[in-house]
């Protein structure tokens, strides 16, 4: 009975810390994210550490059970993919905001004029990371380019 009760006191590990994905050689221009943004991106992870929370909460496509793309066109649209079916397609610009460029999406349907900010974290060539934990608004998403 020794035994027993010992080892269900062996000490618990804590699960380590998930880590925030981040890339390299951000785009610092407009010019430049508007050229790298361009085509297929899939999701990678959702980062959420919010005001409050003991550790951080990641979700990924192994997770979720979901995957998600998007696909950003030449022509100032974006279309936003679920389970790979088409679930909306809205306009997006890039522009500038102090030193960083911002990308902003049409906040209702396509026909709609009024634009939503959300900031471009870091867009490198092969990654996208879209920042939405500004002031305890949600979780960074993170997204790999599709060659």
Known sequence: MLLTTAASCERQTADPVPERLTCDTPATTVAAASQQILGRWQWEQTYTSLRGMATPKVETPASTGETRELRFLSDGKVEVYLNGKLTET??????????????????????????AATSLLQLCPDRLILNNSYNDAGGDVSYRKVP
Do not use: A, K
Not at 101 to 114: D, R
């Open 90 to 115: 809205r306009r997006y610009n890039i522009r500038q905001n102090g030193t960083d460029p911002m990308v902003f999406y049409e906040s209702g349907p396509l026909n709609e004029t009024g634009f």
